[in-house]
């Protein structure tokens, strides 16, 4: 069965530059979730969209920002990124908002 | 969505079943209990759900109390590759977002 991709599946940055994330669902699937995992730390949620609409945000720092395409693909854009950064960025896809989530891969990204 | 207690740790015998508890006392009536698994940094894999009764899929049963304040995961025949970080998490049936807490890592002993 067809999961979620996401690419790059590594990706190295110096401090201060930028980052796009992306984000490819389950196909028919309508809602996209991204997720933050620290070294050590459990996932946590940064924002999701449903149809396109932002549907929910979490702790997601201002210097990021998403959003979901109409083919339901999302890019999560990462500004001025720094050390704290570095971390597993987990992406979910789901039928809809309130059935269950599917988990991608993951990017793991590395600031230096 | 309501808090959810997992020990942090524990081991099991390969080909033994394993039974991971958690506690959800103030779950609300609308609350699912969803368990997820992530082995070594890759992406949390779901197991199973449910919502009052007991559950059984090709991976695991989930046996919830009668008064939903706890749930035990069962994984009938651990192996080696079942080894990970498990965790229990209560979301709402419109909710969105899951939070993921501690979970209890598993360790499968040959």
């Known amino acids: 069965a067809a999961g979620v991709i996401q690419s790059p599946r590594h990706l190295i940055k110096e401090k201060r530059e930028t980052a796009t994330l992306k984000c490819y669902p389950i196909p028919r699937h309508d809602t996209v979730y991204w997720y933050q995992q620290g070294p050590g730390q459990d996932p946590q949620f940064l924002i999701s969209?449903?149809?396109?609409?932002?549907?929910d945000k979490g702790s997601i720092p201002d210097r990021f920002s998403a959003q979901q395409f109409s083919d339901y693909h999302s890019e999560l854009n990462m500004s001025s990124l720094e050390l704290g950064d570095s971390a597993l960025y987990f992406c979910?896809?789901?039928?809809?908002?309130?059935?269950?989530?599917?988990f991608g891969p993951g990017t793991r990204l590395l600031v230096l | 969505d309501a808090k959810t207690t997992q020990p942090p740790s524990m081991d099991c015998a390969e080909g033994r079943a394993a039974n991971l508890p958690c506690n959800h006392s103030?779950?609300?009536?609308?609350?699912?209990v969803y368990w997820y698994r992530q082995i070594h940094s890759q992406g949390p894999q779901y197991i199973i759900h449910g919502l009052k009764n007991n559950e059984t899929n090709e991976m695991a049963s989930l046996i919830i109390t009668e008064d939903r304040k706890s749930s035990t995961l069962i994984l009938p025949h651990a192996t080696l590759r079942d080894t990970a970080v498990y965790y229990c998490i209560a979301r709402k049936a419109a909710g969105n977002k899951l939070t993921f807490g501690g979970g209890t890592r598993v360790l499968v002993k040959p």
């Open positions: 103030t779950i609300s009536g609308n609350e699912y």
């Open positions: 969209f449903y149809e396109k609409m932002q549907s």
């Open positions: 979910a896809s789901s039928p809809s908002s309130q059935e269950t989530q599917y």
